[in-house]
């Protein structure tokens, strides 16, 4: 083995040992840091100054990266780095009401990134270039514990419906005023169903769901949502969650596909937060 995959907590997450800057990226450690995610669902690599370029090589041992619909907020030299900061272009902190720091405080729901696509991401990479004294961590819930705990009468009535999950729905969700979204750009983004029970290439069974999603398809709306709102509560008891803490030059890759996140409060008017993100892009169909 050339990695040493050291256990986080709840026996979900590990931290990264043995890649060390600038290492090679060699068939063998790239199947070692994909088994690795699969196992873990969250990867830890602390204390690392990693260049733009090295992130995105390191993105990209998992697969194809996507490029984000937003152009000022793509790296300079590398536009499959989002920058996710609550810092302007002109060195300021955001204020509160402004749609930056809306889609910030959005985050602050469970959610998994992409579920609104016919095929959502694999996985995604955060950096941590610089992180608040206090507040501003990232939880992550195991989406596999908390379906094999699920009451017997539970499993059984959401195992075969699917939950329709829409950008527009979550966009008009976030906690503060958004921008309008025009017809066309709607259009962009019409709803999808998954199955809200996801099967894996290994056989294992998750929950999928998040702030993404609008409603269970077939049933009637309150129900459904007080449905889903008793699910993603238990799903996300403490026994499920690792919570994050950052510091900088944090790295940590998460697998969309078997895990929920969100960000916790911070004083985002007035503590710098900025980090890098890439995601790289699913190849497989929600089953």
Known sequence: M?????????NFGARLHGLDDGRVLDDGLINELRSGLIENGVLLLRGQEISPARLVQLGRAFGELEILPEPDKRHPDHPEIFDLTNVRKDGAVVDFEEPQAVFLRGTERWHTDSSFREIPCLCTMLYALEVPESGGETQFANMYAAFKSLPTSLRNEIEDKKLVHSYVYSRANNPGRMDPMSPEEESKYPPVAHPWVRTHADGRKSLY???HVSHVEGMDLNEGRALIQEVLAGATEERFVYQHVWQANDLVVWDNRSTLHRLRPY??????????????AGVDPVV
């Open 2 to 10: 050339i990695l040493e995959f050291e256990p986080l907590s709840n």
């Open 209 to 211: 769901m998040g702030a």
């Open 267 to 280: 004083e985002i008017t007035e503590r710098r937060r900025v980090m890098h993100r890439v995601t790289v």
